[in-house]
C-alpha cells in the first residue's frame, strides 16, 4: 500500500481497517432557491467499480457549467472533470491533472482573463497555484504560495483587495494567510495563533453579494456534515464568521458522512460516503434509489 493509502487508513472510520472502504460519490441538482431544503433530490454522478468521486467543485466558463473532482482508485487520486449541459446530462469524465503525488480538492477561481486551480498535494507539504494554459485540460505549475506543513483542502479567493489563502493543518485547524497579489509572498494570519476550527468543504459563493464559506463538521468523525458560515469580517488583522445553515449525512439512504459542497446559480453539486465491503461494488447500482 502506498503511503497515502497508510494516511487515508489513519484518517478514516476504524471500519475502513476493518475490511471496510470508503465509497464517495457525487449529487447533483437544479439551484433553484432553496437548495438546503431538498439535497435529497439530486441526480448521482456514481463511480466505477474500484474508484470513488469525492470534493466536487462547479466552475461555469464560457456559459458550460464543469464539474472538477477528485477521482480516485484506492491507490492515488488525479483531478478530473466532467460538463453539464442544459438539462442536466452529464459528459463522460475527462482527465485534468495528474502528479506524481495524490490529488484532491481541485479548488479553481478566476482572475481576470485566467483561470487557477489550487489542488490539494497533502504529502509535499506545500501548496501551489497552477494556471489553465489550455482550459480544461492543461495546466502549468506557477509556484508554491506556502510549504512547511502537511496542508488540507486549500482555497484561493479574493475579497476586499487581498487574496485570501484558507487552508487547514492537523485534521481541521483552520489557517489563513493572504498577500496583495498572486506573486507576493503569502502573509499568515493571526488567527493562526488561536488553533480554531473550520476546515473548508469547498469554495467561497456569495449569496446576495454575501461571502458564504462551506466547512466541515468533524466533531462528531472526519467529514461526517458541513456547516455553512458567512464571512461577516475579514481584514488582516481580525475575521467574523456566521454559521447560516447544517447540512448532515440525511439527504440519501446508508450515508455516514457529506463532506464537500459547491453552488452557482445554475446547479449545486455536493458528496456522500457510505462505508462497503469491496465485493459490494459489484453490485453498486446507478439507480438513486439504490443510494
Known sequence: MRL???FLVACLPFSFAEGKRPKYFIAIKKNEGDVLNTLDTYTPFLPPKDKFYADPFLFKYKGINYIFFEDFDYEKGVISYVTLDQDGTISKPQLALELPTHLSFPSLFQDNDEIYMIPETYLYKSVSLYKAVDFPNKWEHQRVLIQGAYFSDPILFKHSGYYWLYTAVRGDR???????????????????RRNIRGRNAGAIFYVNDRPIRPTMDCSKGYGRSMILKEIVLLTTGNLVEKE????EPTWAPRLEGTHTYSQNEDYVVYDGQRMIHPHEDESYSSDENEL
Do not use: Q, V
Open 244 to 247: 447560516i445553515a447544517y447540512i
Open 4 to 6: 497515502w493509502g497508510l
Open 174 to 192: 483552520l489557517r489563513i494567510y493572504y498577500a496583495k497579489d498572486l506573486e507576493a509572498r503569502f502573509l499568515p494570519h493571526p488567527i493562526n
